[in-house]
């Protein structure tokens, strides 16, 4: 089956699938012989090792792994000072406020997307509060548009309440 796309080509839309499938099974095919090659290599290379040489390789792996994992558990406990988690508290918005009703009646609609877009836009003003140039950045923006926030509190009423509808 044949599709005409606005640039005038016909091509199969399941050709790109194919494709990328064709790509993956040949990584995945060159991966296995990678793996072959290194298996039969290691087995060349320790085909003379006795079972004695095997059993005493085996212990030094464990003694070793053992051991790193004791010190590790020891010395994380042993620590004199504990680093603690910086804990950053969550702060009302400063220039938040109820919208009038009579705003709320806004004509038209928000879709999801914008919505989402404006809660990220006031997360973003909201976090710039925790650095000292961040709220420099907020009071620039709040100095040269002085209607944004309430503008924002009163569209975000408007989007909840085509919901309670």
């Known amino acids: 089956m044949r599709y005409k796309f606005k640039n005038g080509t016909t091509k199969d ?16 095919e060159a991966n ?7 298996a039969h290599w290691l087995e060349r290379k320790t085909v003379t090792w006795s079972r004695k040489s095997w059993i005493l390789i085996l212990i030094l792996f ?11 558990v020891i010395k994380s406990l042993s620590q004199s000072e504990v680093k603690a988690i910086r804990v950053i508290p969550i702060t009302k918005l400063v220039n938040s406020r ?3 009703s009579k705003r709320d009646l806004l004509k038209g609609s928000i879709s999801s997307s914008e919505f989402e877009k404006i809660v990220r836009f006031r997360r973003y ?12 950045i907020k009071d620039s923006v709040i100095q040269y548009r002085p209607g944004l926030l309430d ?3 009163i569209v975000e009423k408007y989007y909840q309440s085509q919901f309670k509808k």
């Open 125 to 136: 003003l909201d976090s710039l509060l925790r650095s000292p140039t961040g709220q420099k």
């Open 13 to 28: 839309p399941l050709q790109k699938d194919r494709v990328t499938s064709k790509l993956l099974q040949q990584f995945d």
């Open 151 to 153: 503008s924002l509190t």
């Open 98 to 100: 109820q919208a009038d």
């Open 32 to 38: 296995l012989r990678l793996q072959y090659r290194f």
């Open 62 to 72: 464990t003694i070793l792994t053992s051991g790193s994992s004791v010190y590790v």
